[in-house]
């Protein structure tokens, strides 16, 4: 294989070569194998194990003849496999000096990155890190599959999309460009528009950059939303936030740095519906950590 092989898993499975579309696996279960190799491309994956992974309620016969004929679907489906895949009879794996980018990869070491530049105390790295991380966050971890191994890695790096989108955020307010704040809350509201505490966020933001009529009509807008959705009020805590900007008060203050609120549902960057009140970090240490492999 000429070029770099790029994969996609977030939002929805792309592959390219050199930036050119490769069709690649196709099929959902393809996919999952593939997604799976990739994200654990640390140590060879026991043929038994994914044997028992993808095929639980199969004889094991079964399983491991249902995983041979998918190793060898996905070996047709990729360019140049003996260089990507390493196989013996007991085990596989996905080569990591192949010339290949992950797009879930290049999410961690931007946060990783964006946390050492927090550490040192340059604001200006860390801002350009988290941007690089959010740009990647383009939804859920490959939405197109359903397999049960899936569902917590989609949720951590749900959580850790949502982290970095807050951190990020939270350092811009500080700066005091609330537009560039507010376009990014938006994009949050649009995976997640459910959430009060992104609500609250983008209420605060346009009041303080002084559109106190966009504020109330955004809260107008997401209470409808949370009645339709919910059968619902939101919480009081998002109405008092709406009563103190319609009564031209004091604009609330944003979260307190590294302070979460009470536990979160799971979030719908995690391919979940979300639920009420979930509560978003500021730009606190845990928004820079490097995730660990699922």
Sequence with gaps: MTGTLQVCLLGQFRLTLDGRPLDGPTTARLQSLFAYLLLHADAPQSRAHLSFTFWPEASEPNARNNLRQLLHQLRQALPDPDRCLRTDVHSVQWATDASFSLDVALFDRAVAEAGA?????????????????????????????????????????????????????????????????IGHVRHWLQHDPLDEEACRWLMRLLALAGDRVAALQA???????????????????????????????????????????????????????????????????????????S
């Excluded at 599959?145 to 811009?172: G, M, N, T």
């Excluded at 900007?245 to 590294?258: K, N």
């Design 117 to 181: 530049a927090g550490r040192e105390g340059d604001a200006a790295r860390r801002r350009v890190c988290l941007e690089r991380a959010v740009e990647l966050c383009h939804g859920p971890l490959l939405p197109s599959c359903y397999d049960d191994w899936i569902a917590p890695a989609r949720e951590r790096l749900a959580r850790r999309c949502e982290d970095a989108v807050a951190a990020l955020v939270s350092q811009l307010e500080e700066q005091r460009e609330y537009t560039s704040a």
């Design 219 to 293: 809260y107008r807008q997401f209470a409808d939303a949370f009645r339709r959705e919910l059968a619902a009020e939101p919480s009081a805590a998002t109405v008092q936030t709406y009563e103190r900007i319609r009564s031209a008060e004091h604009v609330p203050r944003r979260p307190q740095e590294g302070v979460r609120g009470s536990p979160r549902p799971r979030p719908s960057w995690a391919g979940r519906p979300s639920g009420r009140g979930s509560g978003k970090p500021g730009s606190g240490p845990s928004s820079d950590q490097p995730a660990s492999r």
